[in-house]
């Protein structure tokens, strides 16, 4: 039986791993959940789960949950230090970080620094602070298993082998909702139209990221830390039908893939169980159904975002953390219908010319770091 928490168990991931679970209960635990608007959905996962604890982040809502719980055995915290308690659970084996966004940084520090092994499926932390993250779970023994998909294939085409055979990796996209448009067409596209992505159910700022081809970018910048490889060494090929998840080119030239139809329960599945594999009742792939796979260049002209991650990373420094922490300042604003889609990646360009970069960092300084910049973003005016 392992022990597990889950960090933002009411967002999608944090969803389809309680799904999981409770597909197998006889396998896992859950020690510890998190959310933080929807406290209902957090209330009804405590009731069916009896965590030992349960974060939400602001103390009023916590509040509300305790009452609404009455009597229940879980101690409810709240705040930054309520999700590093969840984190650091002495009895958990295994922490899901599926926050969204550079929240989940210090908790999965705290948590690796706890010898805890880390399913990761927020890669903010990882771009934010891959150095740092990988450098730690190095020093305590600890192994950071992906859940992105990407990744999580990756992972799987890597078993058994050793990195120095590894020639390339290729890192898929589905090219998003907005795939094939022009400059101009995509002036006029609506907060609804970005978050109807082609292939996957996802939480609103993910869905944003794949319609600027962002979450590529994220997930070059995630690749690089998780596989210990160089820029050069990661390409990126549009893949609209989503099967290949991705794929790792050797160097006798054989190249590997991971396939299944998108079902983000396969890799959280795998995440949980790794280096074992269960049985499931999902989708089996159907390669006469699927009929062709097809592959394009991403256009980095009308979708910038994707070449501006491949910048900042080859800086390296403090520019990634930078690049994450504008992204997701300028996501929310976009949501917010304060901005248009197109100035996501115009004012995103603008904040990672004038940033003079920092190579030499800890945890604290890499969060002023994202601070000064999202006060940075918000005070403005291009
Ligand atoms: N969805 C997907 O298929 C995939 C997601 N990922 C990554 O996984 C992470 C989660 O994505 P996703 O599940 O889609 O996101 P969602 O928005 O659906 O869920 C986010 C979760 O984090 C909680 N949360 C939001 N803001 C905060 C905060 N400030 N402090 C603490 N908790 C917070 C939410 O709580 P509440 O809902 O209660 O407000 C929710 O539980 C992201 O990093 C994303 O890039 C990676 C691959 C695939
Ligand atoms: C499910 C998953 O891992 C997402 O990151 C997904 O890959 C997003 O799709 P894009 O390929 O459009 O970014
Ligand atoms: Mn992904």
């Known amino acids: 039986m392992k022990n597990i928490s889950i960090l933002g168990s009411t967002g999608s991931i944090g969803r389809q791993t309680i799904d999981v679970v409770r597909s197998n209960k006889e396998e896992f635990h859950i020690s510890g ?42 101690e409810i915290v709240w705040g930054l230090d309520g999700l590093i308690a969840v984190a650091t659970l002495e009895e958990v084996d295994l922490v899901l970080t599926s926050v969204v966004g550079m929240i989940g940084l210090l908790p999965t520090i705290r948590a690796v620094q706890g010898k805890k092994n880390i399913a990761l499926a927020n890669k903010e932390t990882l771009v934010a602070a891959g150095e740092i993250v990988m450098e730690e779970a190095r ?3 600890v192994k950071i298993i992906p859940v992105d998909s990407e990744h999580s294939a990756i992972f799987q085409c890597l078993q058994g082998y050793r990195m120095k055979d590894i020639r390339r990796i290729i890192l898929t996209a ?153 992204n997701e300042v300028l996501v929310e604003l976009f949501l917010q219908g304060k901005i248009g889609f197109h100035e996501i990646s115009e004012r995103l360009e603008k904040v990672l010319e004038k940033h003079e970069v920092v190579h030499r960092f800890d945890v604290n300084e890499i969060m002023e770091i994202d601070l000064w910049t999202r006060k940075w973003i918000q005070n403005m005016t291009i």
């Open 174 to 326: 589905s090219g998003g909702p907005f795939r094939g448009y022009s400059k101009d067409e995509l002036q006029k596209v609506t907060v609804a139209e970005a978050l109807r992505h082609p292939r996957w159910n996802m939480g609103k700022k993910i869905s944003v990221d794949s319609a600027t081809l962002m979450n590529k970018g994220l997930e070059v910048i995630e690749a690089k830390w998780l596989f210990d490889v160089d820029a050069a060494q990661i390409e990126v090929v549009i893949h609209p039908q989503s099967i290949i998840h991705s794929l790792v080119e050797y160097k006798d030239s054989s190249v590997l893939a991971q396939m299944g139809y998108p079902d983000m329960r396969v890799p959280i599945q795998y995440a949980l169980t790794y280096p074992n594999r269960l049985e499931n009742h999902y989708e089996k792939l159907d390669l006469l159904k699927v009929g062709s796979l097809t592959f394009e260049k991403p256009d980095t002209d009308c979708f910038p975002c994707l070449r501006l991650a491949y910048e900042s990373l080859k800086i390296g420094g403090s520019m990634p953390t930078v690049l994450n922490a504008a």
């Open 33 to 74: 959940l998190s959310g933080n608007n929807n406290i209902e959905l957090l209330e009804q996962q405590i009731r069916e789960f009896r965590p030992r604890i349960a974060a939400v982040m602001d103390e009023a809502k916590a509040l509300e949950l305790w009452k609404r719980l009455g009597k229940s055995k879980t």
């Open 139 to 141: 020093r305590h023994g």
